[in-house]
């Protein structure tokens, strides 16, 4: 079992950056980030295979996300700059060894463990 535990949530104004943190308690295959807000579905929004470093990012924050990771600390971040009202959400780190489905806003995310999420608050 791995454990998870995401930081770096807060509020900004729109345009502004925020970087979340998550630390795990063991390697996996993957791990990634989704967000989801009230009355909505889980969308995926960033991967990252931590063997290769390949990542991925779904359509609506490509450009303004980038997910990094440190291997050495089991750490991985989500950078989040030009922030929108609409990236208001719970974002959730996730990690995977049989399931690495990073989903979008048509997919949802699949993975094998869940971290608490933290809180993302977009203001204008």
């Known amino acids: 079992q791995v454990q998870l535990a995401e930081s770096g949530g807060g509020s900004v104004q729109v345009g502004g950056s925020l970087r979340l943190s998550c630390v795990a308690s063991d390697r996996s295959s993957c791990m990634g980030w989704f967000r989801q807000s009230p009355g909505n579905v889980r969308e995926g929004v960033a991967g990252?295979?931590?063997?290769?470093?390949?990542?991925y990012y779904s359509d609506s924050v490509r450009g303004r996300f980038t997910i990094s990771q440190d291997n050495a600390k089991k750490t991985v971040y989500l950078q989040m700059t030009s922030l929108k009202t609409e990236d208001s959400a719970m974002y959730y780190c996730a990690a995977g060894n049989s399931l690495c489905v990073f989903g979008d806003h048509r997919r949802p995310p699949r993975y094998n463990y869940y971290g608490q999420g933290t809180q993302v608050t977009v203001s204008s």
């Open positions: 990252i295979y931590t063997s290769g470093g390949h990542t």
